[in-house]
């Protein structure tokens, strides 16, 4: 039970959010934040998959507290190997006597470390090219979108081997990999943003004010086109996660013994008809994140695409 | 004589945040064969009013009324076979934007002929199709057969658009706003075309705009909507001696080319106008 | 010397196949303090007149000077502050995402004008918004209210010119009246020189002291506002839209177009 004095004062705080007359720029910005949340809050499967993504997170964060075992030493060889899923070990144990669950646990930190590099370096680099090959056409546009097409037409995975072979096998390869291959399509989306929004009258307006066209870019198209590659990068993180899992599974990716669940289904596969938990647990896992970022990105579509919200 | 067209309480809502919001609160009118104008700013409810007539309302709004009804027909408890038969057959809408109204991939012909083919005549498509371009004082009919929407200009696109709209001959036309993309020039061509098609078809007119000036100088009978609400029916020609402040308000704050009032007097809205 | 001078001005868009001439040898001058209104329909170029003058078209050949002096190619930061401009549609114009306060504040960091709070307060106060619309986002707005929030950033910078292209068009009657008393009370506090483009020669006769008819891209006649409500006018053209814009006659008119 809240008690009446916390409710008032939340009511207080929900009307200073929702106030059509802001008082300060501070108000405004946060109101503008709390009605997309609360916009978002209607959307269930967008809640389940924000739900999946903080777990996701938490999990990474907290995983030496959940975790029971150790991911990296096993057991007695002789007596725990590759042992059914049980209370003592919820997901089973692998070949080498490790507990299942524990791995996954710590698995999830390089997942969200490829995730998160892979967002952070990609949708920058292509919110950049993208926007400024659309602001000023001619052969800048000419010049960065071939650029862009190049990249464009070397396939990731494969890339990502020659990389990886080249530099040598190890996660932060396979980021690198990934990232340099994951940020055409978001260029191309910001351009074809771009395009649009540069013919908007508020931009004309913007630039009868004498604004440079760097302060054009940075403050007025790059915050339009900002919410579309949000939500295509959101939903390409299931392909990431995918593709980083493959390379793990290729032995191109982590390597032995870090906990990486492409890899790990790499090794499970060769017990896959007498011990089946042992690929199937860090299937499960994929299956689950990859499906949670689809679910956040569909639900942020909804509340974040114009195009979406015209109705 | 019956009327061709009935509305009785006419009540239009839509969901929104705070509960149902009613954007058309009880319009009442009878149409016969003649040309009536609905007047009214942004919001007041006159296009939901007649798209509600079509059954066109979108799906998330709810319109009830206790009378609507087309020729004795009940369009109430109207079949989706029953509106299949009636709208383009018997009654049209001609829309503002001829853009989102014409299939942007077929010829201007093969849409027309289509619409004379659904309805019933198939031997004299062809013939009809082009009867009808003529009619609209489209002056190279064969031409624009064979042209796609994007390849006329926005007057010719209108003229297509309602072309289309009669080559089906309906009894009843709702035009929302069919000119104001228009070049006055072109607006005024276009209002003759319909201007002929209601004296010489004996069509039922309903023209729906936001220009108080045209509509008086081109309808018959003119209601005013404010939030919702028909505030005041009148005599086109009547239109000077209109008693509601509402539409006094709105003829008195137009700018005129002859005549120097400035400032330009400002309507007042009147709470106790959306009672 | 007049304050705007536009000699022979020639617009052409595109290149390769596709040629647009939109311009053709157009020529005007508005003195200080004046209102100049440009009529035509669709296609006449009027608001190509006004793109050329701030930059927003390309000048393919003629001149177009600012007190005398020739305007640059880009404009230089000073064109800027002594002319603005204000658009035809308040829904487009405006940032989505930028409160008004962002709005009015941005060409004040660009051209560093000092007590920028005070000027923000002022300006809102000055179009009739007052100061609680501050920080409110445009979709907030009426249509109305962010025509008056745009007109406010066209002042902000305290122009001399403000260049209005169909200002008040996207607007209901009502409000359009309340719109063009504003845009008059400006003038007359502010000392502004108008230049406005629209398709409604009511507007233009009510707010203009002398106009220019278009076709085409090429003047059709200069008249004076007298002359527009006396229909003191020698060409068909002119004589056609003044018909036209009366509303509809059930009497045959002969053709409109040429």
Redesign the interface.
């Known amino acids: 039970m809240t008690s009446p004095d916390t409710t008032l004062e939340k009511q207080g705080l929900r009307n200073w959010l929702l106030s ?6 501070r ?2 910005r946060f109101g ?1 934040v709390y009605r997309t949340w609360l916009a978002f809050r209607g959307n269930r499967l967008g809640m389940l998959g924000l739900g999946i993504v903080l777990a996701l997170v938490l999990v990474a964060l907290f995983a030496g507290v959940i975790a029971p075992y150790d991911p990296l030493t096993g057991g007695d060889l002789r007596t725990e190997r590759l042992l059914p899923p049980s209370w003592e070990h919820l997901m089973g144990t692998d070949d080498l006597a490790r507990d299942i669950f524990s791995r996954i646990v710590y698995g999830s930190r390089v997942t969200l470390l490829v995730v998160a590099l892979v967002a952070a370096i990609a949708t920058p680099v292509g919110l950049l090219v993208g926007t400024t090959a659309g602001y000023f056409g001619g052969w800048v546009d000419t010049v960065l979108m071939r650029v862009t097409d190049i990249f464009l037409a070397f396939p990731r995975l494969i890339l990502a081997l020659a990389f990886v072979a080249a530099l040598g096998p190890g996660i932060e390869n396979a980021i690198i990999a990934i990232a340099i291959t994951s940020w055409p399509p978001y260029a191309r989306l910001a351009r074809a943003e771009t395009l649009t929004i540069r013919n ?3 931009i ?8 440079s066209p760097v ?1 054009i870019i940075w ?2 198209v790059m ?2 086109c900002l919410s579309s590659v949000i939500i295509r990068v959101t939903l390409d993180m299931a392909g990431i996660i995918l593709t980083a899992a493959g390379l793990g599974f290729l032995g191109l990716g982590a390597q032995p013994p870090q906990p990486e669940w492409g890899a790990m289904i790499a090794a499970g596969r060769r017990f896959l008809i007498d011990y089946w938990w042992v690929a199937t647990m860090p299937g499960i896992a994929i299956f689950v994140v990859s499906l949670g970022f689809n679910f956040l990105g569909d639900g942020l579509r909804d509340v974040l695409d ?1 195009k979406a919200q015209q109705q | 004589m019956n009327p061709l067209l009935s509305v009785e309480n006419l009540r239009i809502s839509f969901p929104s945040r705070r509960g149902p919001v009613e954007v058309v609160r009880g319009v009442s009118f009878h149409l016969g064969r003649e040309r009536l104008g609905i007047v009214g700013e942004s919001g007041s409810g006159k296009s939901q009013t007649g798209r509600a007539i079509l059954g066109l309302t979108p799906p998330s709004g709810r319109a009830t009324a206790d009378r609507l009804e087309f020729d004795g027909i009940d369009l109430r408890k109207a079949s989706t076979a029953q509106w299949r038969q009636l709208r383009g057959a018997r009654m049209s809408m001609v829309m503002q934007d001829p853009k989102y109204s014409l299939n942007p991939v077929m010829t201007i012909g093969k849409q027309l002929m289509e619409a004379v083919r659904i309805h019933g005549g198939k031997a004299d498509a062809r013939a009809k199709s082009l009867a009808m371009l003529e009619a609209v004082q489209i002056r190279d009919p064969e031409r624009v057969m064979h042209a796609y929407p994007h390849e006329l200009s926005g007057g010719m696109g209108q003229r297509a658009m309602i072309a289309m709209m009669l080559v089906t001959e309906p009894d009843l036309l709702i035009a929302d706003e069919p000119t104001s993309a228009l070049d006055v020039t072109v607006q005024i061509e276009v209002l003759r075309i319909l201007d002929r098609l209601v004296s010489e078809r004996g069509m039922g007119l309903i023209f729906i705009s936001h220009d108080l000036e045209l509509v008086s100088t081109f309808c018959d009978r003119v209601l005013v909507m404010y939030a919702g609400r028909v505030v005041e029916e009148i005599d086109a020609a009547r239109l000077s001696e209109a008693e509601h402040p509402y539409t006094r308000g709105l003829l008195g704050c137009l700018p005129k080319i002859v005549g120097d009032q400035r400032p330009l007097p400002v309507l007042a809205r009147d709470a106790r106008w959306l009672e | 010397m007049a304050l705007i001078e536009i000699e022979n001005l020639e617009v052409v868009f595109g290149g390769g196949g596709r040629i647009v001439h939109a311009l053709r040898g157009v020529s005007l001058s508005v003195e200080e303090g004046e209102s100049f209104g440009l009529v035509g329909e669709s296609g006449s170029g009027k608001s190509t007149v006004l793109r050329a003058t701030c930059g927003l078209a390309p000048v393919t050949a003629g001149r177009i000077l600012i007190d005398g002096i020739p305007v640059t190619t880009p404009r230089d930061p000073s064109f800027y502050r002594r002319v603005q401009m204000v658009f035809q549609d308040p829904y487009a114009s405006l940032h989505p995402r930028h409160t008004i306060d962002r709005v009015l504040s941005e060409p004040l960091a660009i051209h560093g004008f000092d007590r920028r709070e005070a000027r923000v307060e002022r300006a809102l106060i000055d179009v009739g918004l007052g100061t609680g619309f501050r920080f409110r986002y445009p979709h907030q707005l009426s249509g109305g209210q962010r025509q008056r929030v745009a007109i406010a950033r066209a002042l902000i910078l305290e122009p001399k010119v403000i260049l209005l292209d169909e200002p008040t068009s996207a607007l209901d009657a009502s409000i359009q009246a309340e719109v063009l008393n504003l845009l008059d009370r400006l003038r007359a506090e502010h000392g502004l020189t108008y230049v406005l483009v629209s398709h409604d020669l009511a507007v233009v006769a009510h707010m203009c002291e002398r106009l220019m008819v278009m076709q085409g891209g090429q003047v059709v006649e200069q008249l004076s506002r007298e002359a527009l409500q006396a229909h003191a006018t020698t060409k068909d053209y002119t004589r056609n839209l003044l018909t036209a814009s009366e509303g509809f006659t059930r009497a045959p008119a002969p053709q409109s177009r040429p």
């Open positions: 059509e007359q802001p008082a300060s720029r108000q405004a503008q908007a009258e508020h004309d307006a913007i630039r009868l004010q004498g604004a302060r403050g007025h915050p339009l114009p």
